[in-house]
């Protein structure tokens, strides 16, 4: 019998250089503030609009000085304002920070603390403005080093966002179709890729006092296959100022895998923080056709806002 031949195709990226000599050029430096030329945080989202004092500074290779555990980010406040931080380390070293209202340190915004199951620190919350004349805030890094790693860094993104605006993007849209707002909740996974992608919404009743739940809203997606493994690769993706955002895929009482945080490409048009989840699950031992596994998205909306 006859053979025809095939072909696939593929990309390569390659990048070779020298073994490292002590240079860690490619990291970035640290904001010192987002307001001035000076502050250096135009490489990394800034300056913050004159007007309205928003912004969006992130990046994940800020370089972390082995002599130096602290890092002050001063900010403007020109309009009340949603407020979203967050850090996270990328070789294990502890995170941990405040935001001020000032740089002497005596008016406390909020601390980092962890939230939801993501390997991160943020702080959240909704802040008056701040007059010209009486200062600026201050994001305050602690970043303790750890030992025999050349090149540390670590991730950190701040978005301030007119807090107006951030209740317009809480609004939910003109005819919104109940049956159409989330992601299915089965999904049946043959032999056949499957790929379910589209922008959601997570609709939640403020309180009597124009508060939104403080608990996460929980979406759970049933994924059944007929294969002897399933590798799910998910992102969630929003905006910071508005809701965060975490995936974890479960099978029965096990847990398979927990997503980490991300920051979104600068091509994503309104989405400023995200969440990956990579995992695998096996088919089930036995005489099952099939197995289920449940892919599970929690996302916390701000009840600071109102």
């Known amino acids: 019998a006859s053979s025809d031949l095939r072909c696939y195709r593929f990309d390569l990226y390659t990048y070779i250089e ?21 502050g250096a945080s135009a490489p990394v989202g800034g300056p913050q609009d004159i007007a309205s004092g928003d912004v969006w500074i992130r990046g994940d290779s800020f370089a972390v000085d082995t002599e ?5 980010m001063q900010f ?24 001020f209202g000032d740089s002497s340190h005596e008016e406390l915004f909020g601390s980092l603390v962890p939230s939801l199951g993501n390997n991160y620190r943020r702080a ?33 993104v701040m978005q301030i966002q007119e807090e ?11 005819n919104l179709d109940p049956d159409s707002y989330l992601p299915p909740t089965r999904v049946f996974v043959g032999e056949q890729f499957r790929q379910i992608s589209g922008v959601y919404y997570v609709s939640a009743t403020t309180d009597e006092n124009g508060h939104l739940p403080a608990e996460p809203q929980r979406h759970v997606m049933h994924v059944e296959f ?18 965060e955002v975490e995936a974890a895929l479960w099978r029965g009482q096990n847990k398979m895998g927990n997503s ?19 995992a695998e699950v096996e088919a089930s031992s036995g005489d099952a056709e099939s197995t289920v596994a449940e892919l599970e998205i929690l996302t916390r909306l701000p009840n600071h806002i109102r």
Not at 27 to 35: C, H, I, S, W
Not at 125 to 153: N, T, Y
């Open 18 to 38: 020298e073994p490292y000599l002590g240079s860690c050029t490619y990291l970035d430096g640290f904001p010192t503030d987002t307001f001035s030329e000076s």
């Open 68 to 72: 130096v555990e602290e890092y002050a």
């Open 76 to 99: 403007s406040l020109p309009k009340r304002a949603a407020v979203f931080v967050a850090a996270w380390s990328n070789q294990q070293q502890a995170v941990s920070g405040e935001v």
């Open 124 to 156: 959240w919350f909704a802040v008056d403005p701040i007059p010209d004349d009486e200062g600026a805030a201050e994001v305050l890094l602690r970043v303790k080093p750890v030992g025999g790693v050349p090149c540390q860094s670590f991730s950190f």
């Open 164 to 174: 107006e605006d951030t209740i317009d993007d809480l609004m939910c849209p003109e």
């Open 226 to 243: 007929t294969t002897e493994a399933m590798r799910v690769l998910a992102e969630v993706e929003s905006s910071g100022a508005t809701a």
């Open 260 to 278: 980490f945080p991300v920051i979104p490409g600068e091509e994503r048009e309104w989405t400023t923080f995200g969440a990956v989840l990579e």
